[in-house]
């Protein structure tokens, strides 16, 4: 079980951990902080100091003549940026007192992120439910709409976690994505292969990088089921595919990579398999993937749960082949 910060929450918002050094050219912690938040004036670190506003792990305040070595860490709260309210709305499906099953909108953030903060669904759910033990027990990308599990407390959030790490949570997504232009209706086929295909490769991620790699050199570590939902047009007349995901594994933008390699990158995906420069969120095309269902034995209770998105893809066909 983790262990509570020494602070609290503020809105929703959990104080930040920072590593001290045990030597180098300071005098002490104080001298540190001035150079790693050089950005600030002196005096106002100087009054957080003394108003009390950094601890150690314990929640006692530092003293401007703490030496180093005397703490691993020191936690604050930041400072809060001003932040464009997103006007996305997250949905809570279910909530019993250990879970909550959240369905994510296109655009949302799972957690805080870059220039996410406050308009993330952790820290909308944390406000809304009064709720700071309130987490993630896995993870969307922030233009991937669905369903998203949140643990509700801390001394059951191990149970639910280890369910993912065992592969016991079956998973299904839905995906559109441009007809390929040799598509054949009578023999449905991705990259010549007859539908459904299980595809795997070995998915390398990098801290930092927006994009992972594969290395056919290595021995998979992904893999995900596609199978056919559909092919026609869409609302809008584009020619599309509906294919439905069934993932094995849980890579970083693997359903993302498995796709484009077969030949159908997902409509509105600026990462796979071209990474395209920045541009506005497009409400318009909003990257057509979705976490439609999830099913498991409560680690808990031992019931049987499944829940299912309420949302559509947009882009998704209105008429042509049904598949299976």
Do not use: C
């Amino acid at each position: 079980m983790s262990t509570p910060p020494p602070l609290p929450f503020k809105d929703g918002v959990g104080p930040t951990r920072l590593r001290v050094p045990t030597t180098g050219p300071w005098s002490g912690i104080t001298g540190f902080l001035e150079s790693r938040f050089d950005h600030l004036d002196p005096g106002e670190l100087h009054r957080r100091i003394g108003a009390g506003e950094i601890v150690d792990a314990d929640g006692r305040a530092i003293a401007h003549d703490t030496p180093l070595g005397t703490h691993e860490f020191v936690w604050y709260h930041r400072d809060l940026p001003a932040e464009t309210v997103l006007p996305y709305r997250e949905e809570i499906l279910y909530r019993d007192d250990h879970l909550v099953v959240v369905d994510k909108p296109h655009f949302l953030p799972t957690t805080p992120s870059g220039r996410f903060l406050r308009e993330t669904a952790l820290v909308r759910l944390r406000r809304r439910l009064g709720n700071d033990a309130l987490t993630p027990i896995h993870r969307l990308d922030r233009e991937t709409a669905g369903l998203v599990l949140f643990s509700a407390r801390r001394d059951t959030r191990g149970a639910y976690q280890s369910m993912f790490e065992r592969r016991e949570v079956t998973k299904v997504y839905d995906a559109v994505s441009a007809l390929p232009t040799d598509w054949d209706d009578r023999a449905p086929a991705l990259d010549g292969r007859p539908l459904p295909v299980v595809h795997r490769n070995h998915i390398r991620s990098r801290r930092g990088e927006l994009r992972v790699t594969v290395d056919p050199g290595l021995a998979p570590n992904s893999e995900t089921h596609v199978g056919l939902l559909a092919a026609g047009h869409s609302v809008t007349g584009r020619a599309v595919v509906h294919t439905v995901l069934r993932p094995r594994t849980g890579r970083p933008h693997q359903l993302r990579v498995h796709l484009a390699a077969l030949g159908v990158p997902i409509l509105g995906d600026r990462r796979y398999p071209e990474l395209l420069p920045e541009a506005p969120d497009d409400p318009d095309l909003p990257l057509q993937l979705l976490a439609r269902e999830l099913e498991f034995t409560d680690p808990l209770s031992g019931a049987a749960r499944r829940f299912v998105t309420r949302r559509t893809l947009e882009h998704s066909p209105v008429n042509g082949l049904a598949g299976n």
